[in-house]
């Protein structure tokens, strides 16, 4: 259930005291108990649930095919809003958008619950050592109370998603640097870096720790092997900055793909019938030089094709890299002895289009968008090498990983746990899935004249939303503006919007009362 905000904070306030009751009484009972399962936590930014184990031969994805093959692979998870802050928020503490009132990529849930427990916070309260490496929270967005150590490597900048190993994009990168600087425009982060990014993409002549990802593997690594001797179990997050935007990785992974045999999407227009704002200009593509001027809108021609290609290579290549680093971390967990011991849990934050909708980015509420991948392997998990097609959700997580490490599952989440789908995954565990997304908080001035709230749920067959006006000041709809239904018995792209057929009155009365009920709206 989704609650109302009001009603929200006052379940907050009175929940979050029954949590750290149970904290501490829990923390003291760890010592006398046998210890609890480790928690091997993979955040991955902008992945798409396209990998060998969710049935695409294209990518080359070995090691987290492995990973899956000793747990389950949720094939139908949704995202709660398909922007980087807003779905990790969610997910992080158990409590979808509305409630925690974070819609964008600027607000810090403890701005509007500064005693909210989030999910790494709560394992650190209940016994667990902490450690976050990378991007679990938002980049620039860290959550302190969330871990016992945070780390960082030396020599990257406090955002390093934009890191370019070649010489003329180090070069270009300094000349805006520069500009920036004395435009005074330039700030620099905490480390002594400006934060820049110059071309969409880079095959980088280089090793793999030239990048950040790689980089900070290593240093998990060596922090794996200190937390092998403590007694307390650990909860490690690593989260990758790749395949997010810019597309850069090292050459070898490029060399795994043949360019001229990645297929383009064949669904590159707009949905019929859907409302023009619903798919919209790909702001965060058109930041990078080398695209800024050359990129199509979603109602406009398609993109040059060699141009789709090319970045749709890049984007295969920094899977594959990604793929590489959670590899050296899996054989090292089993190297140390820690493998029969570790949960692990695999997520993507959000979806990404790659052409699909003539669009390229994410921050819609379509399935390409708010579909995830998710993957939950190792101790404590019965089914192995498992699909389930349960209806499941980000919110689902943080009730999951308490149920299976033997803690109660705080009554104020709003997620169910997954355990029951981790021993028989043909089960179910919910009707529905819900996302949303708040429209006109990004790109081109035009866009951002007035603000839109989309509320979608997905069930078995449909995926239904609603659309309103935003009262930004008030932080409530207003005025309903559309509606969309996609039946994915038929049209499983989500090319057809087929809410307005007469025919469909009924499922659409049901769905949208379904939606209503859901969302409190």
């Given at each position: 259930m989704i609650f109302g905000y009001k009603k929200f904070l006052y379940c907050v306030v009175v929940s979050t005291s029954v949590v750290l009751t149970a904290c501490?009484?829990?923390?003291?009972?760890?010592?006398?108990?046998?210890?609890?399962?480790?928690?091997?936590?993979?955040?991955i930014d902008d992945l798409r649930p396209e990998l060998g184990c969710y049935g695409d031969s294209n990518i080359v994805s070995p090691n987290i095919d492995k990973l899956a093959s000793n747990g389950v692979v949720f094939n139908r998870a949704y995202c709660q809003q398909a922007v980087c802050t807003a779905s990790r928020t969610s997910l992080l503490t158990g409590l979808r958008p509305d409630s925690t009132q974070v819609w964008d990529l600027k607000t810090h849930f403890r701005d509007r619950m500064p005693d909210l427990i989030s999910l790494p916070q709560f394992f650190k309260n209940n016994g667990y050592y902490s450690v976050g490496l990378g991007k679990t929270f938002h980049n620039t967005l860290q959550?302190?109370?969330?871990?016992?150590?945070?780390l960082h490597v030396d020599g990257f900048p406090f955002d390093p998603d934009a890191v370019y190993v070649n010489q003329d994009n180090i070069i270009e990168q300094k000349e805006l640097e520069l500009k920036r600087l004395k435009e005074g425009k330039a700030k620099f982060d905490k480390y002594g870096f400006i934060y820049?990014?110059?071309?969409?993409?880079?095959?980088?002549?280089?090793?793999?720790?030239?990048?950040?990802?790689?980089?900070?593997?290593t240093m998990a690594i060596k922090k794996m092997r200190e937390l092998k001797n403590k007694e307390q179990p650990f909860f490690l997050s690593v989260g990758f900055y790749k395949p997010h935007l810019p597309f850069n990785a090292p050459k070898k992974y490029w060399d795994m793909y043949k360019r001229e045999e990645i297929s383009l999407a064949s669904n590159?227009?707009?949905?019929?019938?859907?409302?023009?704002?619903?798919?919209?200009?790909?702001?965060?593509?058109?930041?990078?030089?080398?695209?800024?001027?050359?990129?199509?809108?979603?109602?406009?021609?398609?993109?040059?094709?060699?141009?789709q290609r090319e970045l749709k290579h890049a984007?295969?290549?920094?899977?594959?890299?990604?793929?590489?680093?959670?590899?050296?971390?899996?054989?090292?967990?089993d190297r140390l002895g820690l493998k029969d011991d570790t949960i692990i849990v695999l997520w993507g934050d959000h979806g990404w289009k790659l052409g699909e909708h003539n669009s390229w980015g994410k921050?819609?509420?379509?399935?390409?968008?708010?579909?995830?991948?998710?993957?939950?392997?190792?101790?404590?998990?019965?089914?192995?090498?498992?699909?389930?097609?349960?209806?499941?959700?980000?919110?689902?997580?943080?009730?999951?990983?308490?149920?299976?490490?033997?803690?109660?599952?705080?009554?104020?989440?709003?997620?169910?746990?997954?355990?029951?789908?981790?021993?028989?995954?043909?089960?179910?565990?919910?009707?529905?899935?819900?996302?949303?997304?708040?429209?006109?908080?990004?790109?081109?001035?035009?866009?951002?004249?007035?603000?839109?709230?989309?509320?979608?749920?997905r069930t078995d067959r449909y995926r239904y939303v609603e659309w309103y006006n935003w009262i930004s000041d008030r932080k409530i709809k207003g005025a309903f503006l559309s509606r969309e239904l996609f039946d994915h018995e038929n049209d499983?792209?989500?090319?057809?919007?087929?809410?307005?057929?007469?025919?469909?009155?009924?499922?659409?009365?049901?769905?949208?009362?379904?939606?209503?009920?859901?969302?409190?709206?």
């Open positions: 501490q009484t829990k923390k003291t009972a760890v010592n006398h108990v046998e210890k609890r399962p480790n928690i091997l936590f993979i955040p959550d302190s109370l969330a871990w016992n150590e945070y820049s990014k110059t071309v969409s993409h880079e095959m980088g002549i280089a090793e793999d720790d030239a990048y950040y990802d790689g980089a900070q593997t590159q227009f707009v949905p019929t019938d859907s409302p023009e704002f619903a798919v919209h200009g790909d702001a965060e593509l058109r930041g990078y030089t080398n695209t800024k001027n050359n990129l199509p809108k979603p109602n406009e021609k398609q993109w040059d094709e060699d141009k984007y295969y290549a920094c899977i594959s890299y990604i793929d590489a680093q959670i590899g050296r971390l899996l054989d090292e967990l921050q819609t509420n379509y399935e390409i968008d708010t579909r995830v991948p998710l993957i939950i392997s190792g101790n404590n998990v019965t089914a192995k090498g498992a699909t389930s097609n349960a209806l499941t959700e980000f919110v689902d997580v943080y009730p999951t990983l308490c149920d299976v490490t033997g803690f109660e599952v705080p009554k104020y989440l709003q997620g169910k746990s997954l355990k029951p789908l981790l021993e028989n995954p043909n089960g179910k565990v919910k009707d529905a899935a819900y996302s949303q997304f708040l429209l006109g908080k990004y790109g081109p001035l035009e866009d951002r004249e007035s603000e839109k709230m989309g509320y979608t749920i499983a792209q989500e090319n057809n919007n087929i809410a307005n057929y007469p025919g469909n009155k009924d499922i659409v009365k049901q769905l949208s009362e379904e939606l209503k009920k859901g969302f409190k709206i």
